[in-house]
C-alpha cells in the first residue's frame, strides 16, 4: 500500500510533466523537504520492490461532495504513471499478471481504492472502479460511510452509528465477490470486520494493518479476528506508522518484525504480508526509512533461522497476496459459473438519512 498518488496531487496538481520518478527525489524539491515522500523508481528498485498497489484516496472530507470525481482523477494519474514507464512498470489487474510482470522484471503496478466514500453509496460506481482497474476497495477510512462503521467508532466515548455493516454494506461485499474485487478491512471497525468476514465468500485482506495485542491503537486486528483470518484464508498485511507498531513517535525495524511475528504466531505463516503504507506517513521507523529497505527487514526475519525459512518469507513477501488474489479470482469464477447477475441498486433509505460521520485529518494510514 503506497500513497504516492495522493502526494503527486498535493505538491503537483498531478501534472506529471514535473514529475522527475525516475530520479533520487530526496534531491528535488518539494519532495526533498517533505516527511511524507519515501518513492521514487530508484529506491523501488533498490528496495528489489515487483508489485505495489497504488492508493487512490480522495479525503473523507470529499464525502458526498466530489469523492467519485476526486477518486477517478487518482485512478487517472496512476494508469497516466504506469505509462509514462513502459519500461520499468505495467499495470496489473490479475494474480497472473503480477507473476508474469515479475518474469519481465517490471514493477507489477495495482490499484487500490482506499475508503468506501468513494463509490457515493453506488454499486454501479463501485462496478465502473472495477472496470477501470481497481482490485480492492478498503471498505471506511477514518470516517463512517453510510453502510459501514470505521475504526474511530472503537475508540473510548465513541459511539457506532451502524454497529458494523448495514443491509447496503454487506451488498457492497457481495457485489465486489462477484466482481473479483479484493475487500480491504484496514481502518474499520471491529463489528465492521467481523461482519465482512462473515459475509464475504472470498478470502479478506487488512491492506496496512497491524497487531492489537503489541499496540492497541483502533487502527490494529485483534486476536480474535486474526484467527477468523485464517478460517476466511485472508491476509493481514503490516502497516510501518509508528502510532500502530509502539504507539508512540519512534518505533524500529525489530517493532515491525515483533507485528510479524504475532500475526504469524495467531494467524499463521500463510496469513501475514507487508503493508508499509509509505508515503501516506510522516514518521517511520528506524531501519525501514523508505522503499529501499525492504531486504533490511527480510534480514532481519532471516537471521531467526528457527522460526523464518526462505519459502517463509517468500510467502511473507508477495506469495500469500498472490494466493488471496487467486482465490478471490476464483469466486468470481464460480459465482459468474452460477449465473449470479450484477446486485440491483436498492439504498435503503436509513442508509443514506439521519447518520453522522466521523472526521479525521491525520495521516491517511
Not at 9 to 20: A, D, M, P, S, V
Not at 129 to 134: C, D, I, P, Q, V
Request: aromatic share 8%.
Amino acid at each position: 500500500h503506497n500513497d504516492l498518488p495522493w502526494n503527486i496531487r498535493k505538491f503537483l496538481k498531478n501534472q506529471l510533466r514535473e514529475f522527475r520518478f525516475g530520479e533520487d527525489l530526496r534531491g528535488i524539491t518539494p519532495w526533498s523537504t517533505s516527511s511524507w515522500s519515501h518513492t521514487d523508481l530508484r529506491r523501488l528498485k533498490e528496495g528489489m520492490v515487483s508489485a505495489q498497489f497504488w492508493s487512490a484516496y480522495a479525503p473523507c472530507s470529499s464525502q458526498h461532495l466530489d469523492a467519485v470525481q476526486l477518486t477517478l482523477e487518482q485512478i487517472d494519474l496512476i494508469r497516466r504513471l504506469v505509462l509514462l514507464y513502459p519500461q520499468h512498470m505495467s499495470l496489473v489487474t490479475t494474480a497472473d499478471g503480477i507473476e508474469e510482470s515479475h518474469r519481465k522484471g517490471k514493477l507489477a503496478s495495482l490499484i487500490g481504492i482506499e475508503g468506501g466514500h468513494s463509490i457515493g453509496t453506488s454499486l454501479a460506481v463501485l462496478r465502473m472502479f472495477y472496470s477501470l482497474g481497481a482490485r480492492y476497495l478498503t471498505l471506511t477510512h477514518t470516517c463512517n460511510t453510510p453502510w459501514a462503521d470505521c475504526c474511530k467508532v472503537d475508540e473510548p466515548g465513541q459511539v457506532p452509528h451502524i454497529g458494523g455493516l448495514s443491509h447496503f454494506g454487506t451488498l457492497v461485499v457481495s457485489e465486489m465477490n462477484r466482481l473479483g474485487m479484493i475487500v480491504d478491512l484496514s481502518h474499520v471497525s471491529v463489528p465492521t470486520m467481523l461482519d465482512a468476514l462473515a459475509t464475504s465468500k472470498a478470502p479478506i485482506i487488512f491492506s496496512h494493518s497491524s497487531a492489537h495485542a503489541i499496540c492497541n491503537s483502533s487502527r490494529n486486528v485483534p486476536d480474535h479476528v486474526l484467527k477468523r483470518i485464517a478460517v476466511n484464508g485472508g491476509l493481514v498485511m503490516v502497516a510501518f506508522y509508528p502510532h500502530f507498531v509502539s504507539c508512540g513517535e519512534k518505533a524500529t525495524l525489530k517493532d515491525v518484525v515483533a507485528h510479524i511475528n504475532h500475526i504469524r504466531d495467531v494467524a499463521g505463516i500463510d496469513h501475514v504480508g507487508l503493508g508499509a503504507g509509505f508515503d501516506g506517513i510522516n514518521i517511520v521507523p528506524q531501519g525501514l526509512e523508505d522503499v529501499s529497505k525492504y531486504p533490511y527487514l527480510f534480514a532481519e526475519l532471516l537471521a531467526d533461522s528457527d522460526r523464518w525459512s526462505e519459502d517463509d518469507i517468500a510467502k511473507l513477501a508477495g506469495k500469500n497476496l498472490i494466493r488471496v488474489f487467486r482465490q478471490v479470482e476464483q469466486v468470481r469464477d464460480h459465482l459468474e459459473a452460477q449465473g449470479m447477475l450484477p446486485i440491483d441498486q436498492a439504498i435503503p433509505p436509513e442508509d443514506i438519512l439521519g447518520r453522522s460521520y466521523c472526521r479525521y485529518s491525520g495521516p491517511r494510514t
